[in-house]
């Protein structure tokens, strides 16, 4: 069966969450701003969001859904937004969510899988990001009949999918700073940091290589600027900003492009280029444009230094996707026609655009 894509377009429009289904040969734009459909509302009317015991009809047949959900913890960004959002979107609906937070470690994953099909979830939503690690459980899944959707991974089907994928983060970063390096440094540099999880996620630091290609169609001879890879553990900050710190010393007075796998990593890299001096050598991003990121943005902005380091995010609206992954999810369950693949373009925020994307925060 043709695999079937949505594109959706995200500008500031990310918040426009809401998605439809198409046919196969049908491309679907989507932009607004979120609304929650009738059903939805009909299905919360007199309830009240989060009460353990809620029972409210959640569809027009009236079926609460009960969904298993498992991936990386929230102690990071990224994942605790999708999480927090996931949880609202199912309180305000009266389903149940059953959570597991397995960091794709596949004996914690075989054991919360067990558990989800013990008690009979309607869907599985995989967050653990990893396309090696994930794909057995979504094959296992289709022989018991269960729906299975990830996140940011490209699954054969019938497993769904929803996000965007790492090498259009990649281009979205590359073209973002080398744009800035060429109007500032004269479409040059000297070194590129890539900062991530090479040996514990190797997957996701696709969103750093692929940076790369996209950087060079604005920087001269590319091919011959060293790149090192900065590996640390997702969460381990202490590891970059030392690993970060040993590069600019042993690089003095050259201008280096640094792309960051999470804000949290960028907040710890770009705390050590400013420690040692460098933030006019320096621009780079992060991802996922969490509230360290966007409070730094600010600050420049405020205090009109446009040319601070860390210069931008990858925006994805992680506390949106519960929204959609809900809408996809009751589709699936009700048997609707829905496309396999679900995906949107990236956009990256910063220093130049911040208000422009949150005009709230001025």
């Known amino acids: 069966m043709k695999r079937k894509v949505i594109s959706i377009i995200m500008g500031i429009a990310l918040f426009a969450m809401a998605m439809t289904g198409c046919g196969s040969s049908q491309e679907t734009t989507t932009e607004g701003t979120a609304v929650e459909s009738t059903e939805q509302e009909a299905a919360t009317e007199g309830t009240e969001a989060g009460d353990s015991g809620q029972t409210a009809e959640a569809n027009a047949d009236g ?10 913890d929230t102690t990071q960004a990224f994942f605790k937004d999708v999480y927090d959002g996931l949880q609202k979107a199912c309180d305000e609906r009266g389903w149940e969510l059953n959570a597991q937070f397995t960091n794709y470690d596949p004996v914690k994953m075989r054991s919360a899988y067990d558990q989800f099909k013990a008690m009979g979830v309607d869907i599985i939503i995989d967050g653990n990001a990893m396309q090696d690690i994930i794909l057995p459980f979504a094959q296992e899944a289709a022989n018991d009949g269960i729906p299975y959707l990830g996140l940011h991974v490209d699954l054969p089907e019938p497993a769904y999918t929803y996000g965007t994928a790492n090498t259009d983060m990649g281009k979205a970063i590359g073209e973002f700073i080398g744009q800035q390096v060429k109007d500032e440094w004269g479409g040059k540099t000297d070194l590129i940091l890539l900062v991530g999880t090479f040996t514990t996620g190797p997957e996701i630091t696709e969103r750093l290589t692929s940076a790369v ?51 949290d990593m960028a907040n710890a890299a770009f705390s050590a280029v400013e420690a040692a001096g460098r933030s006019a050598d320096v621009m780079g991003t992060g991802s996922d ?30 506390i949106n996707y519960g929204e959609a992954l809900c809408d996809l999810s009751e589709k699936i369950v009700a048997g609707e026609e829905v496309p396999y693949v679900n995906t949107f373009v990236p956009e990256v925020v910063g220093i130049n655009n911040l208000y422009d994307v949150f005009p709230e925060m001025k």
Do not use: H
């Open 289 to 318: 444009c969490s509230a360290v990121a966007t409070d730094y943005f600010k600050a420049a902005i405020d205090s009109q230094n446009t040319t601070a380091p860390w210069r931008g995010s990858i925006y994805l609206g992680a």
């Open 213 to 263: 290609p996209a950087l060079g169609e604005y920087v001269s001879d590319i091919d011959s600027v060293e790149q090192i890879k900065i590996d640390a553990d997702a969460g381990d900050t202490q590891a970059v900003y030392q690993q970060v710190s040993d590069a600019l010393s042993a690089n003095p007075g050259k201008k280096i492009v640094m792309f960051c796998q999470t804000d």
């Open 63 to 72: 079926k609460a859904l009960k969904i298993g959900y498992y991936g990386i």
